[in-house]
C-alpha cells in the first residue's frame, strides 16, 4: 500500500496569518510554486493559490498590501501522512482538490498535489482524482 507520507512534499512554504498578498506573491515567484499555507501557529488557517491571488483579488483590483489570509481558502481539508494514495485520489476528486495537506498527529508535514499522484504512483490515482476535479460543481 503506498501512502500519503510516500509520495508527498514534506518541504513546505508557510507564511503567518499576517502576511501580505504581495508578500506571498513574491514568495511564490521566487520559489517557483503556485500555493502557499497560511499558518496561525503550529495550526492550517488556510491555502492560497496563484489562481486566488489573480481571481480573488488583482481582478477585483484589492490592494496587494491586504492580507493574504483574507484570499486564501479556509476550513481546508487534510488526511493523515498514513492515509492510502487511493483514498486520498477519491477525496481529492469528490471535493474537487488540487493540492492536498498532510497531517501526522495533527501538524501540517507535507503537501500532495495532482501532480504528485501522476508522477510518483503507478495506481491510476491521478486520473481518478482528475475526472472528479474536472466534473463542473452544482
Do not use: C, W
Not at 29 to 47: C, F, H, K, P, S
Amino acid at each position: 500500500m503506498t501512502t500519503l507520507s510516500d509520495i508527498m512534499t514534506s518541504d513546505l512554504t508557510t507564511v503567518d496569518r499576517g502576511a501580505t498578498l504581495k508578500e506571498v506573491a513574491l514568495l511564490m515567484r521566487e520559489q517557483d510554486i503556485g500555493n502557499v499555507l497560511i499558518m496561525d501557529g503550529d495550526t492550517l488557517a488556510g491555502i492560497l493559490t496563484d489562481r486566488d491571488i489573480v481571481v480573488r483579488a488583482v481582478a477585483y483590483g484589492h490592494d496587494l498590501g491586504s492580507e493574504a489570509s483574507d484570499y486564501a481558502t479556509g476550513n481546508v481539508f487534510t488526511l493523515d501522512a498514513a492515509a492510502d494514495v487511493a483514498e486520498a485520489a477519491r477525496e481529492m476528486a469528490q471535493r474537487q482538490l488540487r493540492r492536498l495537506p498532510v497531517t501526522r498527529n495533527g501538524r501540517v508535514v507535507g503537501i500532495v498535489s495532482l501532480a504528485d499522484l501522476a508522477t510518483r504512483t503507478h495506481s491510476g490515482a491521478d486520473e481518478q482524482a482528475l475526472q472528479g476535479i474536472s466534473q463542473p460543481t452544482v
